[in-house]
């Protein structure tokens, strides 16, 4: 009897699997394709094809083919995909602010990537965070959005009438913002009662006896430096109080300084409203080298509760914004709008009072 024998492979080369080899689409083997899938799933390529890029075939054709694509261990070619649904499944989250200040000590934008990335996991979408701290990272930012790299854009931390949201309306491509844009173009956003959160800090102040009460106000070309401005100066018209008002930008350092200033131009004052906690950061330590103590002679409050609220000295009373929420609530209106469907327009967040040792 004669026994047919196959030759052995050359020294360090790997056999090349034969048709029909049930190691093709496994490590080793040669990569699945639409052709293979359909043969195991006996259905036509088309099926395959629309059941790989979420296209209506019956129950049955869609079990099948997934049971072969499990089987095969196929993965989809992403860019054939993209050009027959016209989706990436890439959203951009765009932040106009230089490096050193989105991956500081501020964790708002760190609880915003949180939420966002979380809305989209769900949704089995990827999210790319672009920095646009510069006119050079604008253009560049333009020109990937023009090109259709992602489905859509979330924007935050807006400063002024940035042309951002303009840009990319014009462009068609589907944008939220957090916060109302300051621009000329409506746009769909997600924020917080602002102005709400500040008027609660300042009566808390007003209601504790405190008499003479300034405020350490954010930047006055962001909403949230605006509103919340406007809260204080609300609270205090309320009681025929005279605002006492310095401005930061939202850094530790900044509210610091302006906490010196403050002391120099009103020795006699007995409380502050810090529009962020970084800057009543800032200001606690001011006050503690300046030799007043907190809140026995100044009490302080400040605003969004980030985790260093609880660990200054003393920890700090704030207005809590529900950071995380507001990056969800931004990436379930951009899924919506993607997809065509309707949103609210305008979505308003509260925020609430976090009472601690500082006030």
Request: charged share 25%; hydrophobic share 40%.
């Amino acid at each position: 009897m004669t026994t047919s024998r196959v030759p052995a492979p050359a020294a360090g080369r790997t056999p090349r699997p034969q048709r029909g080899d049930l190691r093709m689409g496994r490590p080793g083997g040669e990569r699945p394709t639409l052709e293979s899938v359909a043969a195991r799933a006996g259905v036509s390529r088309a099926t395959v094809s629309r059941v790989v890029n979420g296209l209506s075939v019956t129950r049955a054709s869609e079990e099948s083919v997934r049971r072969a694509i499990e089987e095969l261990g196929y993965v989809p070619n992403h860019a054939a995909r993209t050009l027959v649904t016209r989706r990436t499944d890439l959203f951009a989250l765009v932040v106009p602010e230089p490096t050193t200040r989105v991956f500081s000590a501020d964790r708002f934008f760190a609880g915003l990537v949180q939420g966002v990335g979380q809305e989209l996991e769900a949704a089995d979408k990827q999210l790319v965070l672009m920095l646009a701290g510069s006119a050079a990272s604008h253009d560049r930012i333009e020109r990937s959005v023009a090109a259709r790299h992602v489905d859509g854009v979330m924007l935050s931390s807006l400063h002024g009438a940035d042309p951002l949201p303009e840009v990319l309306t014009r462009i068609g491509i589907p944008v939220v913002c957090n916060e109302r844009p300051l621009g000329p173009v409506s746009v769909p956003h997600v924020g917080v009662d602002n102005l709400g959160g500040a008027v609660t800090a300042v009566r808390r102040l007003l209601g504790s006896g405190r008499r003479r009460i300034a405020t350490i106000a954010g930047p006055p070309d962001m909403v949230a430096g605006i509103d919340r401005l406007a809260g204080y100066r609300e609270a205090l018209r309320e009681e025929g109080r005279r605002p006492v008002i310095e401005v930061g930008d939202f850094t530790s350092g900044s509210g610091a300084e302006a906490m010196w200033r403050l002391l120099a131009a009103e020795p006699e004052l007995d409380a502050v409203f810090a529009a962020s906690d970084l800057m009543a950061d800032g200001a606690l330590r001011t006050l503690r080298r300046a030799g007043r103590r907190v809140p026995d002679d100044v009490a302080v409050i400040g605003f969004d509760d980030i985790d260093l609220a609880r660990d200054t000295d003393p920890p700090l009373t704030t207005v809590r914004q529900p950071i995380t929420e507001i990056g969800r609530r931004m990436a379930r209106q951009l899924l919506k709008l993607v997809d065509g469907a309707e949103i609210e327009p305008v979505v308003t967040l509260p925020t609430e009072l976090v009472v601690r040792e500082s006030a």
